[in-house]
């Protein structure tokens, strides 16, 4: 079927129920850097606090004026939002099965592990 008439419920979302993040094997750990985690849940507020209400404001302003089938603010919020919710629940999984490094409490300092900084002599 040609995607000009199909109704935009029926489009894929492309919405993967991820247990684990990509490429990440099942009953393994996700390592992450302290300032990798910071950047990912400062992400996830922006989303939550700041780019969702913004949307859902701009769609109920859109709903409100009147036919939302040919309502192109209607039409973009609902797929901005859908976006915005499906990043929201990527990041939630990822930062909960997500174990952070600290390099600094590492006590090996001559082995090479997650997060380490290696000088050598070249």
């Keep these: 079927m040609n995607k000009a008439f199909v109704k935009e419920s029926d489009e894929s979302d492309n919405d993967l129920d991820l247990e684990q993040p990509p490429g990440v094997p099942p009953g393994t750990k996700n390592y992450i850097t302290s300032a990798g985690h910071q950047r990912l849940r400062?992400?996830?507020l922006h989303l939550?606090?700041?780019e969702r209400p913004?949307?859902?404001k701009l769609l109920s302003w859109a709903a409100s004026n009147g036919d939302r089938s040919e309502n192109g603010g209607c039409i973009y919020?609902?797929?901005r939002l859908r976006e915005i919710d499906r990043r929201i629940r990527f990041l939630?999984?990822?930062l909960?099965?997500?174990?952070v490094v600290d390099s600094s409490r590492q006590?090996?300092?001559?082995q090479v592990?997650?997060?380490a900084t290696v000088d050598y002599a070249g």
């Excluded at 909960?96 to 174990?99: G, R």
Aim: charge should be negative; charged fraction near 40%.
């Design 92 to 94: 939630t999984k990822l």
């Design 54 to 56: 913004d949307v859902v």
């Design 77 to 79: 919020g609902k797929r």
């Design 113 to 115: 592990f997650f997060g």
């Design 107 to 110: 006590e090996n300092v001559y």
């Design 42 to 44: 400062d992400e996830l």
């Design 48 to 50: 939550l606090d700041v």
């Design 96 to 99: 909960d099965l997500a174990e």
